[in-house]
Structure formats: structure tokens, C-alpha cells
């Protein structure tokens, strides 16, 4: 079942939205100081493409003060965004029924795209 959605959601988005993300942290790998976001960004791209059958999971070291640091960057620089994004177009496809697991898979990407370097998706 797992596939089958993984299809439809590269289909009708998710190839366009880890694409973004991934054009995006290759943009912020440019310079030195925006590797370590970029990098979450591809990480993020990556989970995008197929976030069906996986869980979110808190990574090894998660409360360490150097990836709170970054988390608290990333969410006044980027996050926050990303996160209304995926909000937003969960709510748009929580309005048929049909969009109901993919406004799911949205949800799911929230904390990873709040706090990427304390989360991942496996």
C-alpha cells in the first residue's frame, strides 16, 4: 500500500517538492556556513519523495547543544515557513476525503521541517 501511495504523492506534488528542497540545499551549500542547512535540506528533499511506511524518529544525540543551536536557526531562518507550507496544503487536502492521507504525510513532514537536525524519517 505503501508504494501505490508513494506514487500517487510523487505524481501529484512530492516530485516537485523534493526537488525544491534539494535545488534548495545544493543552493545553500554554495557557501560554507549554509552546508550544514543545506544538507538538511537534502535530507528533506529525500524524505519528501517517499514519506509513505516510514515514521519520524528523533536521532541519536538530539538535545545536544550544537543541534539545538542549528534547530533554533533553521526555524527562524527556514522552518518556519516550510512547516506553514506543509500545514497549509495539508488543510487544503484534508478538505475531500481522498486528500485525507496525503494532508497525513504532511503532517508528518511538519517536525522534521521544524527541527531537521534532531529528526529524521526512516
Known amino acids: 500500500m505503501s508504494l501505490i501511495g508513494n506514487l500517487i504523492w ?3 506534488g512530492g516530485l516537485i517538492v523534493g526537488l525544491g528542497y534539494i535545488v534548495g540545499g545544493l543552493l545553500l551549500c554554495l557557501t560554507i ?11 528533506l528533499g529525500f524524505a519528501a519523495f517517499a514519506p509513505f511506511g516510514k515514521e519520524v524518529i528523533e536521532t541519536r544525540n538530539a538535545d545536544s547543544p550544537l543541534k539545538l543551536i542549528f534547530n533554533l ?3 527562524l531562518l527556514f522552518g518556519w515557513e516550510i512547516a506553514l507550507a506543509h500545514l497549509v496544503s495539508a488543510a487544503i487536502l484534508a478538505i475531500t476525503i481522498i486528500g485525507l492521507p496525503f494532508a497525513k504525510q504532511h503532517i508528518k513532514l511538519l517536525p522534521i521541517a521544524l527541527l531537521p537536525f534532531s529528526r529524521d524519517l526512516r
Request: glycine share 12%.
Open 10 to 12: 510523487l505524481i501529484f
Open 33 to 43: 556556513i549554509g552546508i550544514p542547512f543545506g544538507l538538511q535540506s537534502i535530507k
Open 73 to 75: 536557526l533553521w526555524i
